[in-house]
């Protein structure tokens, strides 16, 4: 079956990068549209940034200007590149397919950003 796989994650002050990596088993995600999603203590899951296969791209107005996603078609993988984190930011990160996600999500990447 389809899984997303979500290496990575950890530690950094407010105002750093970080960049997440989302591997998939079973699809080639430069035919799918492919999300990064967030959930952090106690709210909702949401999504922040998503992907096309034409490269069109939707974001958060949370992460707008700070985040981006990029694809690497070669090593089917979706990338989240953070820059300027801030301690709001502070959640697990997941991948899935945008709008339609698949109800087996993956460990999901811990990101925590201290002020």
């Known amino acids: 079956q389809v899984q997303f796989v979500e290496p990575g994650g950890g530690l950094v002050q407010a105002g750093g990068p970080l960049r997440l990596s989302c591997g998939a088993s079973?699809?080639?995600?430069?035919?799918?549209?492919i999300g990064w999603y967030r959930q952090a203590p106690g709210k909702q899951r949401e999504l922040v940034a998503s992907i096309s296969p034409t490269h069109s791209m939707y974001y958060a107005a949370s992460v707008k200007g700070r985040f981006t996603i990029s694809r690497d078609n070669s090593e089917n993988t979706v990338y989240l590149q953070m820059n300027s984190l801030e301690p709001e930011d502070t959640a697990v990160y997941y991948c899935n397919y945008a709008g339609a996600p698949l109800n087996a999500w993956g460990q999901g990447a811990q990101v925590t950003v201290s002020s």
């Open positions: 079973l699809i080639s995600v430069r035919f799918k549209v």
